[in-house]
């Protein structure tokens, strides 16, 4: 059995997605902004596909510019802020972002600007009174994500969007995993910027958008033609974009009920490795989570044997995120949340998608106890604790 739990990652392309992509490379291949027919077919389209990516967000047409990726969507909410109030030099945001927007910022850092990286508790919350008091006039913008790529940790963005609002900055929210599994909705929430992305939502990779609620100021982060109203130039990704529609059309008809479903299966995931494999802890436990993720720890264990092991019987997980595997450092996330070493160097971490079965879920569930009790029994520290319970 082959089971891809490792969606956070990234996502198979819907189907659906794919059969609605596929005449736009081979017959209406035109360019959107030619006069001729060729062109008027490619526009059209993405016009309908913007509309269907601003439904899922609340938004309207003219709100959404089409991007490569989220990075660009995060790097270009940041920069297109930034370049719009050059005289505020200030930037706030918190430990556990995405590295698109960390690293954006520490590049910010050597340009002069200060940036105040907000922690978080050991649920992976930060305390809203800190966010309250870390902005000033100074500030430009608030980046902070909807939802943790690596823990799944859901921040209250409806109340962080009321307080940075209320104090007079730019709020941008990371959102790349959060759309289509959690309510996004712009006409509730006071976002001034949002990122989503494709690849995360069963549409191909390569093509994200960002929403610039009308009245933001915004400058383009990519200089070229007059595409995307003249926010984003390039020509457009057109079978990308058209894909990202179709994905925003599926994700909000099967919000509710993939909500459910998944949530159901993540939580009997956790419950049984829970039980069946002891010194195991859920991070960001306590904190409203994903309802497709589960990062679990075992103490003396190397997250990185685990995955390998996993990945000889077929599961495909991820330990932290898929950025910072390949490094032996714990990720920054745990790190930040203060997880002990011991646990964090274990960490893996679970991500299903609507074409997870509960069959995968028990495959799961069978698979990796025993190739914990492997690990720990070669593991020094871990045969102690072995024999420590027996
Ligand atoms: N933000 C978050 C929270 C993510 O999880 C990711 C991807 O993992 C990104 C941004 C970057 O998105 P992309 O891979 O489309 O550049």
């Keep these: 059995m082959r089971v891809y739990a490792d969606n956070n990652a990234t996502t198979m392309v819907a189907p659906e997605v794919v059969e609605e992509m596929a005449p736009y490379f081979t017959e209406h291949y035109g360019n959107p902004s030619s006069m001729h027919s060729f062109g008027a077919a490619a526009e059209d389209k993405l016009g309908e596909s913007r509309e269907k990516v601003a439904a899922l967000l609340g938004a309207v047409a003219s709100e959404v510019i089409f991007t490569s990726c989220g990075s660009e969507s995060d790097n270009a ?141 915004f400058r383009p982060f990519i200089i070229g033609g007059h595409q995307e109203s003249g926010r984003r130039g390039g020509t457009e990704n057109v079978p990308g974009i058209i894909g990202l529609g179709k994905a925003c059309v599926l994700a909000e008809e099967r919000a509710e009920e993939e909500r459910t479903r998944l949530m159901r299966l993540r939580d009997k995931l956790q419950k049984a490795l829970l039980a069946k494999a002891p010194d195991a802890r859920v991070n960001g436990e306590g904190s409203p989570r994903l309802p497709n993720t589960l990062n679990i720890s075992f103490r003396y264990v190397e997250g990185e044997a685990i995955l390998l092991m996993m990945n000889s019987v077929g599961i495909a997980a991820s330990s932290g995120s898929a950025c910072t595997s390949g490094s032996l450092e714990p990720s920054h996330v745990l790190r930040a949340m203060g997880i002990p070493f011991t646990y964090a160097q274990g960490s893996v971490r679970f991500s299903l998608s609507r074409y997870n079965s509960e069959e995968e879920v028990n495959y799961i569930i069978g698979q990796l106890p025993p190739i914990i009790r492997r690990l720990r029994e070669i593991s020094p520290f871990g045969r102690e604790a072995e024999h420590a319970r027996a």
């Design 77 to 217: 909410a940041l920069r297109g802020t930034l370049e719009s109030y050059p005289e505020k030099r200030h930037i706030v945001t918190t430990r556990v972002e995405h590295p698109a927007v960390l690293n954006f910022c520490k590049r910010m850092e050597d340009s002069g600007y200060q940036v105040t990286y907000l922690p978080v508790d050991p649920s992976g919350q930060i305390d809203l009174q800190e966010l309250e008091d870390s902005i000033t006039d100074d500030t430009a913008i608030v980046s902070i994500m909807y939802a943790n790529n690596e823990t799944g940790v859901v921040f209250p963005v409806s109340r962080i969007a009321e307080i940075v609002k209320s104090q007079g900055a730019v709020f941008h929210c990371d959102a790349v995993q959060a759309a289509g599994k959690l309510p996004l909705d712009v006409r509730d929430i006071p976002f001034d910027l949002v990122t989503i992305s494709g690849h995360k939502i069963h549409a191909p990779k390569g093509v994200a958008a960002l929403y610039v609620r009308r009245g933001t100021k």
